[in-house]
């Protein structure tokens, strides 16, 4: 989701006509840029679980993050042309559908199979090459970025404030990935959830080229997302069972 929700937000920013009050409003923007990226957070974690290694989960993220701070300011110098450009909106919202239902459609065969669930036998984890993941990771924050740089040009003009945007952004992102990379070995919906989301996101942007006219509340999102997020949290996965060394206290 992205800050254009908040309209209390525009106004602050809008209405800042020096930049000591501007500067006064980016712990506020650290904390937005947090809590909104979440969609986008959960989906580069679920990415990243392609590999195994969580070092090497964690070089992937790093890369690729540092691929889509490039990615984001370039978006943001070219945003008066890139905005009206709409074939690539239109791919970044069919390639976030095509990501949604592959992943959907992935874990749905898996459902019989055997095995206790977690990082090792998710669907598409036989991925180990480290490439593959950082390019999908960079291409799908691209992808969820256009919305947000289109929020935040629409916020301030002023280029500086929105490359800081953009920065904060991909480091909220840094630390909430490497969050949800945990919670997704806890949670048995939250991976899911994370991927309804993405799906949520490409249909919002497919709907915006072909529907220019419907207005979606941006309440009615917030709340669809707060849902699938509260399903995502709603159930851990149960412990697994000690082996026998562990059961027996280590042995004889």
């Keep these: 989701m992205e800050a254009e929700s908040?309209?209390?937000?525009?106004?602050?920013?809008?209405?800042a006509d020096q930049w000591g009050e501007v500067l006064l409003l980016l712990p506020l923007l650290v904390a937005l840029e947090a809590v909104?990226?979440?969609?986008?957070?959960?989906?580069?974690?679920?990415?990243?679980?392609?590999?195994?290694?969580?070092?090497?989960?964690?070089?992937?993220?790093?890369?690729?993050l540092g691929l889509a701070l490039v990615l984001r300011l370039g978006l943001i110098l070219a945003a008066r042309w890139v905005l009206r450009f709409w074939p690539l909106q239109l791919l970044?919202?069919?390639?976030?559908?095509?990501?949604?239902?592959?992943?959907?459609?992935?874990?749905?065969?898996?459902?019989?199979?055997?095995?206790?669930?977690?990082?090792a036998d998710s669907p598409g984890l036989q991925t180990t090459t480290l490439l593959p993941v950082v390019?999908?990771?960079?291409?799908?924050?691209?992808?969820?970025?256009?919305?947000?740089?289109?929020?935040?040009?629409?916020?301030?003009?002023?280029?500086?404030?929105?490359?800081?945007g953009g920065v904060i952004g991909v480091l909220a992102l840094?630390?909430?990935?490497?969050?949800?990379?945990?919670?997704?070995?806890?949670?048995?919906?939250?991976?899911?959830?994370?991927?309804?989301a993405v799906g949520l996101v490409g249909l919002r942007l497919l709907l915006r080229?072909?529907?220019?006219?419907?207005?979606?509340?941006?309440?009615?999102?917030?709340?669809?997302?707060?849902?699938?997020?509260a399903w995502g949290f709603s159930r851990q996965r149960s412990t697994p069972e000690l082996g026998p060394e562990a059961a027996g206290g280590g042995g004889g």
């Design 6 to 15: 908040l309209p209390s937000l525009t106004t602050l920013v809008q209405g």
């Design 174 to 196: 840094r630390l909430t990935a490497g969050l949800f990379i945990r919670w997704l070995d806890v949670f048995v919906h939250l991976e899911t959830a994370g991927y309804l």
């Design 92 to 119: 970044a919202a069919l390639y976030l559908l095509w990501l949604c239902g592959s992943q959907l459609l992935a874990r749905q065969s898996q459902d019989g199979s055997c095995g206790t669930p977690g990082a």
């Design 36 to 64: 909104l990226s979440a969609d986008n957070a959960i989906a580069l974690a679920a990415i990243s679980r392609r590999l195994h290694d969580p070092v090497r989960q964690s070089q992937a993220l790093n890369l690729a």
């Design 135 to 164: 390019l999908t990771l960079g291409l799908t924050d691209l992808a969820f970025s256009l919305d947000s740089v289109a929020a935040a040009v629409a916020v301030t003009d002023r280029l500086p404030l929105v490359m800081a």
């Design 209 to 229: 080229l072909l529907l220019p006219n419907l207005d979606v509340p941006e309440w009615l999102m917030l709340i669809v997302v707060a849902a699938l997020f």
